[in-house]
């Protein structure tokens, strides 16, 4: 069973630097086409992806925020981590981990429950 | 980036009633589409994938069908349980996009 938990901080200020850690379970980030992603969705608005790494160290970042991205495997502890630095209000969002294999289904079937995050002084 | 437009905004149905979502891609996915369903508070939860096919557990009055750019998503007979947003996915280009959300009502 494929299990993704999301964890940290559920405030920051304007200009710090977020870290996210998705801890997962069922699978292995080292099996061929295996990768862990991340989404947010603001409050009222639509679904964005952030985010990709895959089993084998390629990493995808959404353009609109790459310069702020950073995503890291620990496969040795079924954890993915997410950086994003110079924090802003707009990025006040629940942000959700998820997992694909692109060798089989290949879109987005399991997400973590998602954690809340709010940007504010 | 490929765009994807979802119709409509909002669609209002009776339980019992057929309901009919669309979306479109700016450019071709092929057939790397998917659909999900999304409640407050909620994960998302995975529908469709392939444009067509069903994820594992989905009932099968849940049915997809599209390729390139024109995608739809029927549900044959409303259940109280099915009224929530429903997202398209594209993965076949990065980035990766969604589209804005159907919010299906009662």
Known sequence: QITLKESGPTLVKPTQTLTLTCTFSGF?????????GWIRQPPGEALEWLALIYWDDDKRYSPSLRSRL????????????????NMDPVDTATYFCVHKSMYSIAAFDYWGQGTLLTVSS | EIVMTQSPVTLSVSPGERATLSCRAS??????????????????????????????????????????TE?????????????????????????????????LEI
């Open chain 2, 71 to 103: 995608f739809t998503l029927t549900i044959s007979s409303l259940q109280s349980e099915d009224f929530a947003v429903y997202y398209c996915h594209q993965y076949n280009n990065w980035p990766y996009t969604f589209g804005q959300g159907t919010r």
């Open chain 1, 28 to 36: 292995s980030l080292s099996t061929s086409g295996v990768g862990v």
């Open chain 2, 27 to 68: 450019q071709s996915v092929g057939g790397s589409l998917a659909w999900y369903q999304h409640k407050p508070g909620q994960a998302p939860r995975f529908l469709i994938y392939g444009a067509s096919t069903r994820a594992t557990g989905v009932p099968a009055r849940f049915s997809g069908r599209g390729s390139g």
């Open chain 1, 70 to 85: 950073t995503i890291t495997k620990d496969t040795s502890k079924n954890q993915v981590v997410l950086t994003m630095t």
